[in-house]
């Protein structure tokens, strides 16, 4: 491996590592997500088990309630059927004991197009943006799963 390829390595891991602790640091403080009060918020949940193996960018938890957050730097409509399907249901195999708990997801980029903000609502997950040093969250359609 050259060096180019070494700094573009480099380059492609820092643009996946910054944004989720943009948004994990900005959730942090207050532990909100809609109008939920979470008691626990977890950076990069990895977990594997017979049954399953996953990886989680951030994960908020409380009493009745879990919140799964996909980080992406810039997001995809894959991720938003990824995140509604197989995200829930990887974290629900890892995790029995939280089976039950009410889900509620959170899409966010540094780069979040109008298509995927759109088909986020539509689905009722939230969408997180930067906006200059502030992450806004837009949870206007914010359902349960």
Do not use: C, W
């Not at 948004?23 to 626990?40: A, E, P, R, V």
């Not at 996953?54 to 409380?62: L, P, R, S």
């Amino acid at each position: 491996m050259d060096f180019i390829d070494k700094i573009d390595r480099l380059e492609a891991s820092l643009t996946l590592i910054l944004p989720k602790e943009f948004f994990y640091y900005s959730l942090k403080k207050h532990k909100k997500f809609g109008n939920i009060q979470f008691d626990q918020i977890e950076l990069n949940v990895h977990a594997r088990n017979k049954k399953a193996e996953g990886e989680f960018d951030i994960v908020m938890y409380n009493g009745n309630s879990i919140a799964l957050l996909e980080i992406k730097h810039k997001a995809h409509p894959t991720d938003i059927e990824k995140l509604k399907t197989t995200q829930i249901e990887k974290f629900k195999l890892l995790f029995p004991d939280y089976a039950d708990y009410k889900f509620y997801l959170g899409i966010g980029g540094m780069s979040v197009p109008e298509e995927i903000e759109d088909l986020a609502h539509q689905n009722g997950i939230a969408v997180l943006r930067q906006q200059g040093e502030l992450a806004i969250i837009d949870d206007k359609n914010l359902i349960a799963y």
